[in-house]
């Protein structure tokens, strides 16, 4: 796929608006810097959900395993494990990675496993057509709770944090500059690097204005300490209006699985020989 354009011509069904559009623009202006740095495209993966954030798979040309609901994180993990030398993307939904997907979303974190999880946070489901998610203000009137959900949503930042991500950021659709440095900065960072980004769905909940009116770019935050890390992400409760910080709220530089499980596992040589051994039984 190298020499070819990053955005593929598969046609885009995204509707106007979408914040979709911003994620894919920032991390095709930060794939293509990477490969001009001399990260090789073969060597990037890509792994999607279910959603109208997965199309990202069809509108890149780039590696890409288009998998089921809420389980980007055992695929990508299974694709690191193989094969190391890659770098491994997952672009999830939030419900995908919040709701179905939730335990594997901790467990990727706990393990720290070397990928990165871009989340497409735009607070509903949105290619099932506007039902609530784990993020979604209480009171959010959808198609599956036209009185007003009853829960108060998650607090993916928090989250991630206790179960150990060693990269915890948050961006915005809107706010394309920071989105690309932050995601720059989670492919690069050896872990599991998790972003939350705070993607407008302008068809089913167009929050932009809050957004425009709270978000602010984090400066002079003790990104090393995780008791600084986790008052920051409490700031903001994902319901009440409040001060909302973008940027890299935490980073942690800590063993990874994927070095743990070759180093005393399998061997890079001993993996070599099994594969060639499971071609040539092939043959
Ligand atoms: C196991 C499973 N459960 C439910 C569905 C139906 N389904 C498809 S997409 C989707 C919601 C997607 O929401 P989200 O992950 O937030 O992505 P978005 O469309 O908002 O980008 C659901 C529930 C499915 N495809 N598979
Ligand atoms: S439904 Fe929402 S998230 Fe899906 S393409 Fe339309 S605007 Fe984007
Ligand atoms: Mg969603």
Redesign the pocket.
């Known amino acids: 796929m190298t020499g070819m354009p990053l955005i593929s011509d598969t046609q885009n069904t995204w509707c106007p608006g979408c914040g979709n559009f911003s994620i894919q623009h920032a991390l095709k202006a930060v794939l293509s810097t990477l490969e001009s740095e001399g990260i090789s495209r073969d060597t990037m993966v890509l792994v999607t959900?279910?959603?109208?954030?997965?199309k990202m798979a069809d509108y890149f040309n780039i590696n890409s395993f288009y998998c089921?609901?809420?389980r980007t994180i055992p695929v990508a993990t299974g694709i690191k494990i193989a094969n190391p030398d890659l770098t491994v993307i997952c672009c999830?939904?939030?419900?995908?990675a919040y709701a179905?997907g939730l335990d594997h979303l901790i467990f990727g974190a706990k393990r720290n496993i070397d990928i990165t999880v871009i989340v497409?946070n735009?607070r509903?489901?949105?290619?099932?057509t506007g039902q609530y998610?784990p993020t979604s203000p209480l009171g959010f009137r959808g198609r599956s709770t036209p009185a007003g959900t009853l829960e108060y949503p998650l607090n993916p930042l928090e989250m991630m944090l206790a179960t150990g991500a060693t990269f915890v950021g948050r961006g915005y659709s809107r706010k394309i500059d920071s989105l690309k440095s932050l995601i720059r900065e989670a492919i690069l960072h050896r872990g599991f690097s998790f972003i939350d980004v705070l993607q407008i769905?302008a068809t089913f909940f167009d929050v932009h204005d809050v957004y425009d009116q709270y978000v602010y770019e984090l400066r002079d935050h003790e990104s090393a300490s995780f008791d600084r890390a986790m008052e920051k992400a409490r700031e903001w409760d994902y319901n009440n209006k409040g001060p909302i910080a973008l940027g890299a709220f935490y980073r942690a530089k800590l063993p990874t699985f994927d070095q743990k499980v070759t180093a005393k596992i399998i061997s890079l040589e001993g993996r070599t020989a099994a594969i060639q051994r499971i071609l040539d039984e092939r043959r």
């Open positions: 959900g279910i959603g109208c954030h997965a089921i609901h809420g999830a939904g939030d419900g995908d179905e497409h735009n509903v489901y949105g290619l099932t998610t769905c």
